[in-house]
């Protein structure tokens, strides 16, 4: 069955770093794209971008563009989401989903998603 | 503020419809047929409820439908059950700059 596992809570204080995982299993990994989703607590849903798994390519809006990375290991069906200076606003569930349709691309069909990573940014 | 608008809350008695909204623009509801709507109970991982305007996932039930009239997009749900209490997020292609827009989500409360 199709599984996205992420990795752990993270706290971090503001101005540093953090780099979530989501591990997938159970279909062909580099068939589908995965995308990246937070929400804050208490708030509602942010798209953050998506990575193309055949060739690694992310597409990132203009707002996180600056201070988000993402890449992907074909090796291991993991993909990884990096967040750099980071502030209190980024305090947030951290969410990795798969676009159920492999043709398109950006797309906000979601048909599997990880369990979460919380991550709080505080000092 | 979201880019996409939904009521906040909405509510229902057991056996009712209720209809929740999500009002965007021509440059995403009004113009590309890639809206989904999705249900969210508290600590759980959003699901994909509706696609492509009107389209249910497999194992969805039938009490869900989707539809969209120029800029709005609806989700409808017959026969309200205890279980569809959550929250509901719309989500849509935003053709301007490529990418994904939510609405900021209603919360259903069935009495």
């Given amino acids: ?123 | 503020q979201s880019a996409l608008t939904q009521p906040a809350s909405v509510s229902g008695s057991p056996g009712q419809s209720i209809t929740i909204s999500c009002t965007g623009t021509s440059s995403d509801v009004g113009n590309y047929n890639v809206v989904s709507w999705y249900q969210q109970h508290p600590g759980t991982a959003p699901k994909l409820m509706i696609y492509e305007v009107s389209k249910r996932p497999s194992g969805v039930s039938n009490r869900f439908s989707g539809s969209k009239s120029g800029n709005t997009a609806s989700l409808t749900i017959l026969g309200l059950q205890a279980e569809d209490e959550a929250d509901y997020y719309c989500c849509s292609y935003r053709g301007r700059d490529a990418s994904v827009v939510f609405g900021g989500g209603t919360k259903l409360t069935v009495l």
Avoid: H
């Fill in chain 1, 1 to 123: 069955q199709v599984q996205l596992l992420q990795s752990g809570a993270e706290v971090k204080k503001p101005g540093a770093s953090v780099k979530v995982s989501c591990k997938a299993s159970g279909y062909t990994f580099a068939r589908y794209y995965l995308y990246w989703v937070r929400q804050a607590p208490g708030q509602g849903l942010e798209w953050m971008g998506l990575i193309n798994t055949r060739g690694g390519g992310a597409n990132v809006p203009q707002k996180f563009e600056d201070r988000v990375t993402m890449t992907s290991d074909t090796s291991t069906s993991t993909v990884f989401l990096e967040v750099s200076s980071l502030r209190s606003e980024d305090t947030a569930v951290y969410y990795c989903a798969r676009g159920q349709n492999p043709n398109m691309a950006v797309t906000g069909d979601y048909d599997y998603w990880g369990q979460g990573t919380p991550v709080t940014v505080s000092s």
